[in-house]
């Protein structure tokens, strides 16, 4: 019965630290989708992508755009706004994947401790 327990505790132990660790990457990851530009700053996602693309259909070549707090922000060159975006979004997205599926190969809780989950983006 005393290993039973030991077992359940074990496993119980392990999810509540896959839980955390997980949170955590999700942490990381909206921290890297905020993009900062002309002194507003950005949510990463399919809203900015679609408005930026709107006016990009448009021919225009600029834009005012509002940031997270609601502040307007003039986006002097829409192409390449859209492109930096993209590229942080996608280098977000994949470093998020790949330490993601490090997490879910971890089948030890010293592993899944040890790993290095830190925001190491330069800024």
């Known amino acids: ?68 707090n609601l502040n307007p922000i003039l986006i002097s060159n829409l192409g390449a706004f859209y492109q930096d975006i993209r590229s942080q979004y996608t280098q977000a997205i994949n470093k998020y994947s790949m330490e993601l599926a490090k997490l879910k190969r971890s089948r030890q809780i010293e592993t899944l401790v040890q790993l290095d989950l830190e925001d190491d983006e330069e800024e």
Do not use: C, H, P, W
Request: glycine fraction near 6%; hydrophobic fraction near 35%.
């Open 1 to 68: 019965m005393d290993e039973e327990f030991e077992t359940a505790v074990k496993q119980a132990n392990y999810r509540a630290i896959l839980t955390n660790q997980k949170e955590k990457l999700k942490e990381i990851l909206q921290g890297q989708l905020i993009y900062s530009y002309n002194g507003g700053q950005f949510q990463i996602g399919s809203a900015l992508f679609s408005e930026v693309l709107l006016y990009l259909d448009e021919s225009r070549t600029q834009s005012t755009v509002l940031d997270m």
